[in-house]
């Protein structure tokens, strides 16, 4: 094996009982050098492999690619990075990560150095976790369609029953069908999201909260420009346009006239703050609301704080830093 041009005898040992593949290159870009780790998986020598004969090796479907970044690499004396498949000793490919960056000579542009890196467990198991991903997002699609299509049934059932019900029968059911109106809200933004493996939270109150508005509680609603941008899992998303949700309808119980949401960042993590204007929680009908905004909290990984700000009520739904 011929020494590197670059190398001192002491310096391509330790290159050669390296486990990275390593390599040379002149200033046209031919190799003129490989060391052991190279040579070894490959299967050839180096008279075999310097100049160009390494591309012998390369998939057919990858070289024009492979030899072009290098190429622009070469001429503009930039460091380069590309993968591409190089067949084995034993005649099967793998995937390489190659490196190469440009060094100086005497003060003089003197080449390349570069090392490659086999990756193909690597790639592997990245498009097992790709497609393990896009099969998760399908099912999550699907169900969330069909709790779509079964809630639309639910809330069908709903305005037939209210046709034969009391006064005060209208009203629980007049509730019940609101809670089945956000549900059906926030799984209608789950549905039409890019996707729902992560959900803009924010985003998600900002398509709601404007529907939720017309619903004829008597409470105005605003979501605070100022508001951060808070991502979670779908399903957790799923919680917390629930959990604010119930919120709202406890502010409208407790006769507050508006409602002002807000998401921020403090020292406690990320919060999702609710205020109203006026009015109180404290009112026995709104007892099983309160227990819903804590399970829904829960659900979507959020601790909460009920309490009275200056001006009326206060829910704080706070995620962990």
Known sequence: MSISPLLNKDVEAFADNSPVMMWSADRSGARDWFNRTWLEFRGRDIAEEIGFGWTEGVHPQDLPASLAVAKTAFEEREPFQVEFRLRRHDGVYRWILARGNPYQQEGAFGGFLGSCFDITDHRSNEEKLSDALIEREALLREVHHRVKNNLQTLMALMRFMRRSATQDGREVLDVLNMRLVTMALVQKHLHSADTITEVSATGMLAAILPELGDMGLGIELELDPTSVDLVLQGQASAYLGLAVS??????????????????????????????????????????????????????AGATVEMGEAPNGPQIMLTFPA
Do not use: T
């Open 246 to 299: 119930e919120a709202i309808l406890l502010f409208a119980q407790g006769a507050s006239k508006a409602c002002q949401i807000s998401l921020v960042i403090d020292e406690g993590g990320r919060a999702v703050r609710m205020v109203g204007a006026g009015g109180a929680l404290e009112a026995s009908q709104v007892l099983l609301g309160q227990r819903l905004v804590r399970q829904y909290a829960r659900g």
